[in-house]
């Protein structure tokens, strides 16, 4: 199946800062990037869609201006965490919707844990 | 928009027994129907999926069954292995999908 890499893999940061996580596809090209939030034991929860080169579309409830995600290639996708806070603290993955031989799914990144002190 | 449940929520079974896991949706517009294996802190990976013009696909132990007519889809896994241990995530997207609906997760626990 097709790769995506994520980084970095784990980040500790002090409350107030802001965070950066990057999502790479390695080896394919992802016109649509998802970015999503999980919470122990629970399911994955879609926080917002990213088209390249055009503005990312968010869930409902998911504050734009706290997450921010740019799209700039077919292979990077970034999202900033700004002014972080510890009920940020989650685990984020990243997926690229890729061309399989039957057609197109989603690979997903290995993800990245935040934890905000 | 589509709403995505999934059943059990865990599953404990012995090593060598069959596994089922059942999800429903919503949403008659969707045609895209995968199945994510997450192993704990590790990312989602796709096992098998399947797509509307077929009723089932098997891969080895794996198979999904997929029923349009009554909106649902399931996983099945013969012969499981104690590795088989991890959650299971169904999802369903529409064609071109711009998102997938993810269920809640099942909780599979193959005992040797």
């Known amino acids: 199946g097709a790769v995506v890499s994520q980084h970095p893999s784990r980040v500790i940061c002090k409350s107030g800062t802001s965070v950066k996580i990057e999502c790479r596809s390695l080896?394919?090209?992802?016109?649509?990037m998802f970015w999503y939030r999980q919470f122990p034991k629970k399911s994955l929860m879609l926080m917002a869609t990213?088209?390249?080169?055009?503005?990312?579309?968010?869930e409902q409830g998911v504050e734009k201006d706290k997450f921010l995600i740019n799209h700039a290639s077919l292979t990077l996708s970034t999202l900033t965490v700004t002014s972080a806070h510890p009920e940020d603290s989650s685990f984020y993955i990243c997926?690229?919707?890729?061309?399989?031989?039957?057609?197109?799914?989603?690979?997903f990144g290995p993800g990245t844990r935040l934890l905000v002190l | 928009g589509e709403n995505v449940e999934q059943h059990p929520s865990t599953l404990s079974v012995q090593e060598g027994d069959s596994a089922v896991i059942k999800c429903t949706y919503s949403?008659?517009?969707?045609?895209?129907f995968p199945w994510y294996k997450q192993e704990l802190g590790k990312r989602p990976q796709l096992i098998i999926d399947?797509?509307?013009?077929?009723g089932e696909k098997k891969d080895q132990r794996i198979a999904v069954t997929l029923n349009k007519t009554a909106k649902h889809f399931s996983l099945h896994i013969t012969e499981t292995q104690p590795e088989d241990s991890a959650v299971y995530f169904c999802?369903?997207?529409?064609?071109?999908?711009?998102?997938?609906?993810f269920g809640k997760g099942t909780m599979l626990l193959v005992s040797p």
């Open positions: 399947i797509r509307s013009n077929v």
């Open positions: 949403d008659s517009a969707s045609n895209y």
């Open positions: 990213s088209n390249e080169g055009s503005k990312a579309t968010y």
């Open positions: 080896d394919f090209q992802a016109t649509t």
């Open positions: 997926s690229g919707r890729g061309q399989t031989g039957g057609g197109e799914t989603q690979y």
């Open positions: 999802a369903a997207g529409d064609s071109g999908y711009s998102t997938l609906t």
